[in-house]
């Protein structure tokens, strides 16, 4: 600051204000990175509280074992199912590997024999013969295993994942709208649905070979084994393990708890990137850009953090590891091997024996010599094998802490998607309450009563295909957000075909959660719903969404091309036709036709976007068109042609908006008042606005219907 001062003495204003513009930034920057390591560390504090809690949950117990069999039934669907031949297949590798890795043992020590005995006869057949030969099924055998192992956690993760992706999109529930706007439990839904899902598979399967093949190896080892060196040797090998697996156990950090809240920071940080994809666009517009990098980069850091000290606990878990069930499993190896060679006498012949007599021919210092060689090399491979498959079986503890965290998330994803369903397809009424014997808690009390009352499960009733007379009938119906919160009581009213209801009222009155309740997306609460088929209604919100895919994908939505042809009739000339009736036939020329793909969402305009949507609308000719501001980006002559020809095609619209242009298009409104009352009646000549307000010149079209709506008030 110092030399600011002398700065602006000597060099004059600009340099000075250089200097304190530098410094003020420098001031902010600091204040800014000041602030957003407060909030990390009381963020991680808070992070670190949970997974402490969460240790207690995410232990190996009834419940996880409940949970992971849940998922391997569904992984593996049965005995005759493509995973469970490969889990055979798997297993029966295992099983060759075993068998392969004690003739390994074997022949090693055969050729050691060969080696000391100086016998180059045999040091032939061995080494070059038997492992020549050996070596082409060998390397066969564990590449297949890899091979096999991965096809099965592929067909594994297929499975799950079309199983969650049944319970995330049925149509009849609108799990995906409703898992993540009306459900507060998962916040980054596509971070479960892909890597969680995958992660576990892996694991399970990981966990499976690392399970199977060490026990197998542990009987295969420990009955060879125990030919030369007596039961002893192996047990107390195993004894040595089960005390190392106990002290690991003990020591080991809440891994299971840490693995789950590092795949909910990983969803977190993904979830603020796609919302940046998502609303880029508007986040531009305000220059947003620099607080979006301070939320991303706070997520990043809480995500990093986390693995930090999970890298830091691995580190120390990894000494222990390593140290018990590696290095002084070798010492304790060491000494059951070594421990007949040095106390001879009876333990040699009693090994020797156990060579199958090879000790016969011992005769000379040379023979014993070759002979203790053989059966140390051999004895020292399998005792090396069996440590390394006890090892791995007391290693695979920690997969299996980890394979907790993931079967919690895999769980929790399949919790929440049934218990939508669930609720969805037999809504059952909210429980009843008691009352509190605290005077001050009598209100809430009754607000609860009431709202309870308010909330009990209404009936829908849907018209079939068949039946084109059916109406939308709203009887005795409470519109309730998803927060509680009462937006209107007894709504009833009836729109029967032919009549255009326009909806009114104040921002946040309801009128967009009117069309959630008809369209199933919001719980139906207290009267009667009658509605025709989701078929035969049709919504066309302000932002359309635009699909992947063609301009012609994009006026079937939602049904493919095929589907469009089969069911629909369509042709590339209806669709051409449909375009140029939305003015949009130059775009479909000017871009390559209608077999052109790419994002249209971001190629076309906002305006453009609309009349596309209104193209699909003409194209699917509903009984029913639910049209949210779906015309406030096109010029107004436009919008009376859309209005006109949607009537002239027998579509009923329900149309929310606020230009008074489009007033006069509808025989009925429906007006909430913004304080839960409504009123639903014809409509009036002076609920049309001025004509100053409408376009100068009307079309011919619009003459004619305005002509005729008048005519009817
Ligand atoms: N997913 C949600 N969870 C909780 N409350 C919601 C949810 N969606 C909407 N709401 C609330 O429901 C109320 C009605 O919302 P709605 O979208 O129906 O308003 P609107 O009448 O269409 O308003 P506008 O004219 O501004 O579009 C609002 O107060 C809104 O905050």
């Given amino acids: 600051m110092a030399q600011a001062f002398s700065r602006l003495r000597k060099g004059g204003v600009a340099g000075g204000a250089v200097v304190a513009a530098a410094a003020l930034a420098a001031y902010r920057w600091h204040m800014n990175e000041t602030a957003r390591r407060r909030m990390n560390s009381n963020r991680e504090q808070r992070i670190w509280r949970k997974v402490k809690d969460e240790k207690q949950s995410l232990q190996v117990d009834k419940e996880f074992a409940q949970n992971l069999f849940k998922f391997l039934r569904v992984c593996v669907p049965g005995i005759r199912s493509k995973e469970f031949r490969y889990l055979i297949a798997v297993a029966g590798l295992l099983l060759l590997r075993s068998y392969l890795d004690i003739w390994i043992s074997d022949n090693g020590g055969e050729i050691v024999k060969a080696i000391v005995g100086r016998d180059k006869k045999m040091f032939i057949i061995r080494a070059l013969r038997d492992l020549g030969l050996m070596m082409f099924p060998i390397a066969a055998v564990n590449n297949l295993l890899k091979y096999t192992l991965s096809r099965l956690k592929v067909m594994m993760r297929k499975q799950l994942s079309l199983h969650f992706h049944e319970k995330y999109l049925d149509p009849r529930v609108n799990t995906f709208y409703k898992v993540s706007n009306l459900d507060s439990r998962i916040r980054n839904i596509d971070q479960l649905m892909t890597t969680d899902v995958e992660r576990f598979c892996t694991s399970s399967a990981d966990l499976y070979s690392n399970l199977s093949k060490p026990l197998l190896d542990i009987v295969l080892f420990t009955h060879r084994l125990s030919k030369s060196l007596g039961l002893g040797g192996p047990s107390a090998m195993i004894m040595y393990f089960s005390a190392c697996s106990l002290i690991l156990r003990a020591i080991q950090p809440p891994f299971g708890a840490l693995t789950a809240e590092e795949q909910r920071l990983e969803g977190d940080y993904r979830l603020h990137h796609s919302r940046l994809i998502t609303h880029s666009e508007e986040i531009a517009f305000y220059g947003g850009s620099k607080r979006e990098k301070l939320y991303i980069n706070m997520a990043f850091d809480r995500l990093m953090n986390l693995m ?19 290095y002084m499993a070798t010492i304790v190896g060491y000494c059951v091997v070594s421990a007949p060679i040095f106390f001879k006498g009876g333990i040699l012949s009693n090994l020797q024996s156990g060579m199958g007599g090879a000790t016969e021919k011992a005769g000379s210092d040379d023979a014993e010599a070759s002979e203790v060689a053989a059966i140390y090399t051999k004895n020292s491979r399998l005792l090396i094998s069996l440590a390394g498959a006890i090892g791995r079986i007391v290693l695979a503890g920690k997969e299996i802490t980890r394979l907790t965290g993931f079967c919690n998330r895999v769980a929790t994803l399949d919790n929440v998607l049934s218990d939508i369903q669930r609720s969805t397809l037999s809504p059952t009424p909210p429980p009843s309450i008691r009352a509190s014997s605290n005077p001050s808690l009598q209100s809430t009390f009754e607000e609860e009563v009431r709202l309870n009352e308010l909330m009990k499960p209404g009936v829908l009733i849907v018209g079939d295909e068949d039946n084109y007379e059916c109406p939308v009938k709203f009887d005795h119906v409470n519109l309730i957000s998803p927060d509680r919160t009462v937006l209107c009581q007894n709504l009833t009213f009836e729109i029967p075909q032919g009549v255009n209801v326009l909806i009114s009222g104040p921002n946040g009155c309801g009128k967009s959660s009117l069309f959630r309740v008809l369209a199933g997306l919001w719980p139906l609460y207290g009267g009667t719903l009658t509605r025709p088929t989701s078929s035969q209604q049709f919504y066309v919100p302000q932002r359309p969404y635009l699909a992947l895919g063609t301009l012609r994908d994009q006026v079937t939505y939602p049904l493919t091309w095929l589907e469009a042809k089969r069911i629909k009739g369509a042709t590339d000339e209806t669709i051409i036709e449909l375009l140029n009736e939305v003015h949009l036939g130059e775009i479909a020329k000017r ?67 606020h230009r008074p242009s489009l007033w006069k298009f509808h025989e009925k409104v429906l007006k909430f008042d913004g304080s839960g009352g409504y009123e639903f009646r014809k409509m009036m000549t002076e609920d049309i606005p001025p004509m100053a307000s409408f376009p100068p010149k009307p079309q011919e079209s619009e003459v004619s219907v305005m002509g005729d709506i008048v005519d009817e008030i």
């Fill in 591 to 657: 871009k390559g036709g209608l077999d052109v793909e790419c994002d249209w969402a971001d190629v076309l305009s906002g305006g453009q976007k609309q009349r596309l949507a209104m193209a699909r609308l003409f194209f699917h000719r509903p009984k029913y068109a639910i049209l949210d501001e779906c015309t406030s980006a096109v010029s107004l002559d436009v919008e009376g042609f859309m209005y006109t020809r949607a009537k002239e095609l027998g579509i009923t619209l329900i149309t929310v908006s």
């Fill in 308 to 326: 930090h000290k999970i890298f830091y606990l691995r580190f120390w878990n990894g000494i222990w590891d390593s140290l018990l069930v590696k």
